[in-house]
């Protein structure tokens, strides 16, 4: 099983370019998140989608958007990107909302650069 | 989720025990506890979790207090390869629509060769 597959896994952006980071689980698990880790920071929640079919805003949603597709997949897209949105982004599953008796499943990782 | 408390940073010496903390006070009985770790550059990796009992696996063990209020990550032999950012958490067996997968800043463990 590859668990939590996040593509790309480098990206460099102009100001003002769009871009979509993917993300896909393969355990079937309801609920997905994505963060974002400045450098020497913690993991701030952006946005999460408890169930397949709903969206909901985390910590920081401003100047993203977010598309769960089916169950299976869950993407996050920079519409105008910003010097202020380098940084890495990972996707996360859980079985439950807020991640339940079994917790949590994280990807590698998205490098993201905006110049 | 329940609030958790950790340290900052610990700090260990190469194959010596270390005990990371965690106070998570306002825990609610159905609620799991959970560890994962963040090594450099990676993602963070589930480590553990309990409910009452102590646990153990091939990373880790888990001592969970008496009244639950607190609990410890013990790694009986501290590497180079576990300095990594610990984080602790709550979280209920099922979830719920209000709970998010929010995570506190951690303990950074630094092991000293």
């Known amino acids: 099983n590859a668990g939590v597959t996040q593509t790309p896994k480098f990206q460099v952006l102009k100001t003002g370019q769009s871009m979509t980071l993917q993300c896909a689980q393969d355990?079937?698990?309801?609920?997905m998140y994505w963060y974002r880790q400045d450098p020497g920071m913690g993991l701030r929640l952006i946005y999460y989608?408890?169930?397949?079919?709903?969206?909901d805003k985390g910590e920081v949603p401003n100047g993203y958007n977010v598309s769960r597709l089916n169950k299976r997949e869950f993407s996050l897209r920079l519409e105008s990107a910003a010097p202020s949105q380098t940084s890495v982004y990972f996707c996360?599953?859980?079985?439950?909302?807020?991640?339940?008796?079994?917790?949590?499943?994280f990807g590698q990782g998205t490098r993201l650069t905006v110049v | 989720d329940a609030k958790t408390t950790q340290p900052n940073s610990m700090e260990s010496n190469e194959e010596e025990p270390v005990h990371l903390p965690c106070n998570h006070s306002?825990?609610?009985?159905?609620?799991?506890i959970h560890w994962y770790r963040q090594l450099p550059s990676q993602g963070p990796e589930y480590v553990i979790h309990?409910?009452?009992s102590n646990v153990n696996n091939r990373m880790a063990s888990l001592a969970i207090a008496e009244d639950r209020k607190s609990s410890t990550l013990i790694l009986h032999r501290a590497t180079l390869r576990d300095a990594a950012v610990y984080y602790c958490?709550?979280?209920?067996?099922?979830?719920?629509?209000?709970?998010?997968?929010?995570f506190g800043k951690g303990t950074l463990l630094t092991v000293n060769p």
């Open positions: 996360a599953s859980s079985a439950f909302i807020g991640g339940g008796a079994r917790g949590a499943f």
């Open positions: 355990m079937n698990h309801n609920s």
């Open positions: 989608s408890a169930s397949e079919g709903t969206t």
């Open positions: 306002t825990i609610s009985g159905t609620d799991y």
């Open positions: 309990g409910l009452t």
């Open positions: 958490r709550v979280s209920r067996l099922y979830g719920g629509s209000n709970y998010k997968l929010t």
